[in-house]
Every structure is written in structure tokens, then in C-alpha cells.
């Protein structure tokens, strides 16, 4: 299979983290237990390209790499919040025709891969200016494609994930189409099915989000490409390696992936009451970015702000939120806060990177969580 | 070692890649195809393989001397490769097992 994708320095804050992978890399990377056939064609500077080579081939991937202007690094305070890119991306990029029975394109920021294959994946890896497949020549006898709903939404400029599936099959001549909803799972439209087949995300114990998409892109792909197998079987088996990467971001992945429990996808999209002391501006930073990341994975989110001395009052009232979502802070309040937030009768996971709290607070029945990108996906994924 | 590097370092006379100035003193990072059996505070060697051609930086148990992992996705590789040929010795600690994911520290000297 020909891997044509970015190769990227990510860094993470918190968890901390250092890489050299982006969505090529991380999908040969990926890949490793199941093929031996890997080819990643991907762009970076010449004095670096040594770099590349030096980092996969050893593990049996073959690497071309094309000359590009700059090396870019996606810079995350932590796996849900926006990456910074840096530098700022060129508009002018470079053009590259690549030719293969099985390919498995990403959008790329330095670069674009101009794909002439008999069988295509095409992931456009872009919410804000995703491109389609055919833009740039690329033509496939069978395609395709794997997208998140914000990018079929804005690529199809339609608000209904059906009727923009159903608009960009047509547009790209695309013989199955995945739109991935996060903790929600993804729907698969194919060729001659009347409606969508639901394939189930699967909760994990801890989540690691950055790269998620590439591990489902290349796990689709290795699935679906030889024609044996149904675009929506191929994306469960992708939704079952992801939970493996996200658990557990380490390579190789497990060459079977492991057995888990289908997440439970409710009627509606959850209401979260979000529960943090109004004090310091950490606080109140990571309360921003705690909410900002439950509206990115559809949640509505209510907020509830504890003031000293107000302890366990309560803003809203019963049967408007279905979780509760507490940050704790402070070792001296963390129990009677966690205990207060249990009052409202609903599941609660509780975030806390003081080990001291989790401490205190273990003994409650609370999901503690020393992550945030995890404490987040849990409140999706608890019972409720 | 990482972080952002949009273009290639300034170069130092007699400082080039390997020659000690710039080679990395302490990263951290994950064990790519980490064996079985390894526990937190392990110290491992870090070292060069070559027998499959292309050198691999590869993870050495300093106690029964087998191979346990190696590293890749791991930003300015080469210029590690460059630091170890040159004679620059490098230990990795084992920070954190959990599950397949190894974190370990990588230290010069």
C-alpha cells in the first residue's frame, strides 16, 4: 500500500509528549503488524530528509521523500485543544503525482499528492479548508473517503450528515464514504446501501487523542482497499485499533485488536454540568478549555462555578444535564466539593492532576481521572 | 531533542551534528516494539544496530544485556545517530509501563 501524508513534529504539553510522526508517518507506523508492503511518500526539507528515512525504513517502511520549503510542527497544550502550526502554513504548495494499485492519501499542509490509483482512500485531514479528491487530477476506480462530520459539512455545504454524504458520493464518484463523530462512533455510507450502517466507538480506560484519525484512516484502508471486505466492517475493525492507539499510543499496535464493549449511543447528544471553583486563572483556564473541548465531542455544557465559602450550591437544577464533569483543585475542598456534585444524583467523573486529590477522593463513587482529554471522553461514555 | 524545527540549525564551526555541541542531552520519549518484562526504573543502554542496514537506535537491558526495544517517530534521529557513532554515550530510564506503552528518558553520558 502507498502511503502519501505529512510527517510532523507534535509535541504535547500535557500528557508530555514529543514525536515525529503526523498522518503519514503515524500510518505506516500503524500498519506495521499488519503488511509488509508499506511505501510512505511524504514531503520535508532536504537537510532533513535523513531524518525521515532514519526513523521508518529501519522498521521496513520504504520512504520517499519530496523536497518541500519548511518543516511544519503541530504544538498542542493537550490532545483536545486546537494545535498550534508552526510556521504559519504557505499557500503555495508543492504538486506531486504519485501512482499505485492501493493508495491512502491525506491532505497535507506543504504538499499535495496527486493520486492515480485502481483503489483510494482519501482522508482530506482538514476542518477548515478541506479539499476533495478530484480537485487536484486524482482520479481512483474505487474511492473512499473518510472524514469527520465538520469536514463532510463543509466540503458538501450542507448541515445534514446524510444529505452531504450523499452529495459528496456523487461529487467524487466515491464508492463508500465514512464520517467519523468522535466518542458517537461513525456512520458508513456505501454504494447501493439506502441508509448509513452505525459502527460503534469503543471506550478505553484513558484517551491519547492526537492521531486517533490516522490510525482509523490507515486501519480503513488496509481493511477496505483489496475489495474483500465492506466499508463498514473495515471501519469497525478501525474504530477497534483506534481504541488500541488512543488507550495505549505505542507502536506497533496489537496485530489483533483488542476485544472491547460497543459504547451505548443515547437518543441525544449529552448535557454536561461543569462544575469548577471560580479562583485562580488556572482554573478558570483549564474550565475554558474543559468546556471548549465537551462542545467539540457535541456536548451542551452548563456550567456551575463554586465560589469560597459556596460550596456544593447548585445552579441547575434536577434533569437538565445527565453528567457531571467536576475539576478539582484544591486538596482542603476537593471532598465536600466531589461529594456535593454527587448530591444531583448523576454519574460524576472528577479531573485532577494532584495525585493528593485522586487520593482523597477515591473512595467516592466518582471517575477520577488524572487526564483531561480522558476525564472528557469518559463524561461521553459513563453510564448514565 | 524536538520541539519545533522549521529549518535546519545554525552551524557552529567545528559543532556540527555529532561533534558533542549539539547533540541532545536528556529526552523523553515512547519504546517503539518495546519487549516484555520491562519495569519502571530500568536502565537501559542506548546503542546502534546495523544489521539490517539502516542503523536503528536500539534499547539494551543493562542487566541481561537483550535488546528490548528501539526508537522511531522520534524528531532529529539523525543527528542522535551522528552523537552515538561519534562516541557520545546515551542511557535511557524507564519513566512510566503501562500496558505496550513504555515512556523512558533518554540521557547523555
Known amino acids: 500500500m502507498l502511503i502519501a501524508g505529512g510527517v510532523y513534529t507534535e509535541t504535547c504539553v500535557t500528557p508530555a509528549r514529543v514525536t515525529l510522526l503526523g498522518s503519514g508517518g503515524r500510518a505506516a507506523l500503524a500498519l506495521l503488524e499488519l503488511r509488509d508492503d508499506i511505501e510512505l511518500h511524504t514531503f520535508h526539507p532536504s537537510p532533513l530528509e535523513q531524518d525521515v528515512k532514519l526513523n521508518f525504513e529501519p522498521l521496513g517502511v520504504s520512504v520517499t521523500v519530496h523536497a518541500a520549503p519548511c518543516h511544519y510542527s503541530f504544538e498542542y497544550l493537550h490532545p483536545l485543544a486546537r494545535p498550534r502550526i508552526v510556521p504559519l502554513p504557505n499557500q503555495d504548495v508543492v504538486l506531486v503525482s504519485v501512482e499505485a494499485n492501493e493508495v491512502l492519501r491525506f491532505g497535507c499542509l506543504e504538499g499535495d499528492f496527486r493520486v492515480t490509483a485502481k483503489r483510494a482512500v482519501y482522508d482530506p485531514q482538514s476542518s477548515t479548508r478541506p479539499v476533495a479528491f478530484g480537485d487536484n487530477g486524482s482520479t481512483a476506480e474505487r474511492l473512499a473517503l473518510v472524514l469527520n462530520v465538520g469536514e463532510i459539512c463543509r466540503l458538501a455545504g450542507e448541515d445534514d450528515v446524510a444529505v452531504a454524504a450523499m452529495s459528496m458520493m456523487r461529487r467524487n464518484r466515491a464508492t463508500a ?33 492526537i492521531g486517533s484519525g490516522d490510525v482509523f484512516s490507515a486501519t480503513f484502508a488496509h481493511a477496505w482497499l483489496p475489495g474483500a471486505v465492506s466499508a463498514a466492517d473495515a471501519a469497525d475493525l478501525a474504530s477497534r485499533r483506534t481504541a488500541d492507539y488512543v488507550e495505549s499510543p505505542a507502536f506497533p499496535l496489537p496485530h489483533v485488536a483488542t476485544r472491547r464493549i460497543a459504547a451505548s449511543l443515547g437518543p441525544s447528544r449529552r448535557r454536561v454540568l461543569l462544575v469548577s471553583a471560580r479562583t485562580a486563572t488556572s482554573s478558570r483556564w483549564l474550565q475554558e478549555e474543559a468546556a471548549k473541548g465537551l462542545e467539540d465531542l457535541g456536548t451542551t455544557v452548563i456550567r456551575e462555578e463554586i465560589s469560597p465559602g459556596q460550596r456544593g450550591s447548585h445552579a441547575a437544577t434536577e434533569g437538565e444535564f445527565d453528567v457531571v464533569l467536576i475539576l478539582l483543585s484544591d486538596i482542603n475542598s476537593a471532598v465536600a466539593e466531589t461529594r456535593a456534585a454527587l448530591t444531583h444524583g448523576k454519574s460524576v467523573v472528577a479531573f485532577a492532576d494532584d495525585p493528593a486529590i485522586l487520593g482523597a477522593i477515591q473512595m467516592l463513587d466518582v471517575i477520577a481521572e488524572d487526564d483531561l482529554c480522558s476525564a472528557l471522553y469518559r463524561t461521553q461514555w459513563i453510564s448514565t | 531533542m524536538g520541539g519545533a524545527d522549521s529549518k535546519p540549525k545554525k552551524k557552529v564551526p567545528g559543532a556540527g551534528p555529532g561533534s558533542g555541541r549539539d547533540c541532545p542531552t536528556r529526552f523523553t520519549t515512547i519504546v517503539t516494539g518495546p519487549a516484555e518484562g520491562i519495569t519502571k526504573g530500568a536502565w537501559l543502554d542506548v546503542r546502534i544496530d546495523r544489521s539490517s542496514g539502516q542503523p536503528r537506535v536500539v534499547l539494551i537491558d543493562e542487566v541481561t544485556n537483550a535488546t528490548v526495544g528501539s526508537l522511531a517517530g522520534v524528531p532529529n534521529l539523525a543527528i542522535l545517530i551522528r552523537c552515538l557513532e561519534d562516541g557520545v554515550t546515551y542511557r535511557a530510564i524507564v519513566d512510566h509501563v503501562d500496558g505496550g506503552r513504555i515512556d523512558i528518558t533518554v540521557l547523555q553520558g
Open chain 1, 177 to 209: 464514504i465514512v464520517v467519523k463523530d468522535g466518542p458517537f462512533g461513525a456512520y458508513v455510507f456505501e454504494e447501493k446501501e439506502p441508509s448509513p450502517r452505525y459502527v460503534p466507538a469503543y471506550p478505553t480506560r484513558s484517551v491519547y487523542k
